[in-house]
């Protein structure tokens, strides 16, 4: 059974930084693509980066220069390594895995390319 849990998310000021972890169990990180995606209020969800097996990145454009998206093979681990946090970054965050046979491809940082989802962790950036 795949699960994943993301962890590191909290309140900070703006400019501030967060690094969210999202901890893998039943699924190889680094198989296939694994990203991040948040969803705020009334809006729907929208990738802010992924990462593929073989080492390319993708990030939309909002974030680019400001989030890193990393993985730890040893830990079983992906990391989203937030700075320069804006009030419009406030949102839920969500790790995503993709299994590679029974999802359909969208693209890395459409939500459904990826068929493993986490449950989400808050991020509140203040002005």
């Known amino acids: 059974q795949v699960q994943l849990v993301e962890s590191g998310g909290g309140s900070v000021q703006a400019g501030g930084s967060l690094r969210l972890s999202c901890s893998v169990s039943?699924?190889?990180?680094?198989?296939?693509?694994m990203g991040w995606f948040r969803q705020a209020p009334g809006k729907e969800r929208e990738g802010v980066a992924a990462g593929s097996a073989g080492g390319n990145t993708y990030y939309v454009d909002s974030v680019k220069g400001r989030f890193t998206i990393s993985q730890d093979k040893a830990k079983n681990t992906v990391y989203l390594q937030m700075s320069s946090l804006k009030p419009e970054d406030t949102a839920m965050y969500y790790c995503?895995?993709?299994?590679?046979?029974?999802?359909?491809?969208?693209?890395?940082?459409?939500?459904?390319?990826?068929?493993?989802w986490g449950q989400g962790t808050q991020v509140t950036v203040s002005s």
């Open positions: 995503a895995a993709r299994s590679g046979y029974r999802d359909s491809w969208f693209g890395p940082t459409k939500a459904k390319s990826y068929g493993y």
């Open positions: 039943g699924y190889t990180v680094g198989s296939n693509y």
